[in-house]
């Protein structure tokens, strides 16, 4: 059962039921999946990503890695270090939650003597905005003065690393359901006396049809009668306008998902969406409107596919696991002052990479642009063949 709301959440939940609840009305009683998505994460004032709420953390609604451990933005800096000692140029992060990555990067980079020039970080959240400001106003000076927050991509192409934790799952996605052979899309309509939200079927447009038709190929096996999922086709546009910002250097992307075969298991029969809410996770997208999130794990083939379009080069795919181990995690454990603080950092590291935490799940994926050293945090792993 979910923590009741506030009087305050309750009104919260209620403006965008209201404004949801408008948009169907207008469009005849039926949405897509991806709209509803849009406007609960990211109506202006109202989504979840928009208005002011604690989202991260023990006291949020969600735990990110580099929310756990430091030890996560040390590693992922390394990296970022390595390409930036080829390229020069900047760090551009997107969706800095709530600065601690930032931070621990900047700390890393100038312990690795390879600072970016600057660190630009793009965030659609104001309240998040605000909190990256506080915690990175701690920073000593010559870091903090690299920090500068964009309100949109930037129009010139960067040099360097585009860093993305945790962004492709929150990209509004489409869902659909199999009936009778048939690819059916699913969306969301009015429930009895128009007070709740449900699930409704419709016809399959020609771009979710043959985005299903393509996964359906992939699939190992026969997917069942009432086989249900999602598919994300603003995965292409997203990855097609990274690709317009990097003039040379590499894309990391952090974010739990499978390649497509994977995915689309013939046993995977719910597909993978989830809300978060107050450390508690769920399937209902219908409840606590604005207050929870919701996401959908990412199709990494889909990644690729979008990135070889736009004339990037896919140069890692591995777990979350072995890309930090690959770069040192634990000697960044047996690194530690003392033992208190070698325990500690000992159980973050295994909550960062052990199979049934985030280890395995998560992946972090590496797309580059004239760029063609090694990557040392896929060293160890490299799962691009199961693309």
């Not at 047996?334 to 799940?361: N, Q, S, T």
Request: proline residues 5%; negative net charge.
């Amino acid at each position: 059962m979910l923590p009741p709301l506030s009087p305050e959440e309750q009104r919260h939940a209620g403006a965008v039921a209201a404004l949801i609840g408008a948009e169907l009305r207008e469009a005849e009683g039926w949405l897509s999946f991806e709209r509803f998505m849009e406007l609960a994460l990211y109506a202006p004032g109202l989504g979840y990503y928009s208005a002011g709420a604690w989202k991260l953390g023990a006291g949020g609604d969600f735990v990110t890695a580099p929310e756990l451990s430091d030890l996560f933005g040390r590693c992922v800096a390394l990296q970022c270090a390595e390409v930036l000692r080829a390229t020069g140029g900047e760090i551009l992060e997107l969706g800095a939650g709530s600065g601690r990555m930032a931070a621990a990067m900047l700390t890393a980079l100038d312990g690795a003597r390879a600072l970016p020039d600057r660190y630009a970080i793009l965030e659609v959240s104001a309240d998040l905005a605000a909190r990256q400001r506080e915690r990175l106003a701690a920073l000593a000076p010559h870091l903090r003065e690299r920090v500068v927050w964009l309100e949109r991509l930037p129009a010139a192409p960067l040099r360097g690393v585009i860093v993305a934790n945790e962004v492709a799952d929150a990209l509004p996605c489409r869902r659909f359901t199999l009936r009778a052979g048939a690819v059916r899309e699913l969306g969301v309509a009015l429930g009895s006396g128009g007070a709740m939200l449900r699930d409704a079927e419709a016809p399959a447009d020609p771009a979710l049809a043959r985005a299903c038709a393509e996964l359906i190929g992939a699939s190992p096996g026969s997917l069942p009668e009432g086989y249900t999922s999602e598919v994300n086709l603003r995965v292409g546009p997203w990855i097609a306008t990274l690709g317009e910002c990097l003039e040379r250097g590499a894309v990391l992307l952090c974010d739990y998902g499978l390649p497509r075969s994977h995915y689309y298991h013939p046993q995977r029969t719910g597909g993978t969406l989830r809300c978060h809410f107050r450390q508690r996770a769920h399937d209902d997208p219908y409840t606590n409107l604005g207050l929870q999130d919701i996401t959908a794990w990412v199709d990494f083939t889909r990644v690729a596919e979008a990135a070889v379009s736009c004339g990037l080069e896919v140069r890692g795919f591995a777990t979350q696991a072995a890309f930090l181990l690959a770069l040192g995690l634990e000697r960044q454990v047996a690194a530690a002052p003392d033992a208190v603080a070698r325990a500690r950092l000992a159980g973050e590291a295994r909550r960062l990479i052990m199979p049934e935490e985030m280890g395995e799940a998560f992946k972090v994926m590496a797309l580059a642009r004239g760029y063609d050293a090694p990557l040392s945090g896929f060293a160890l792993q490299d799962l691009r063949r199961s693309l």
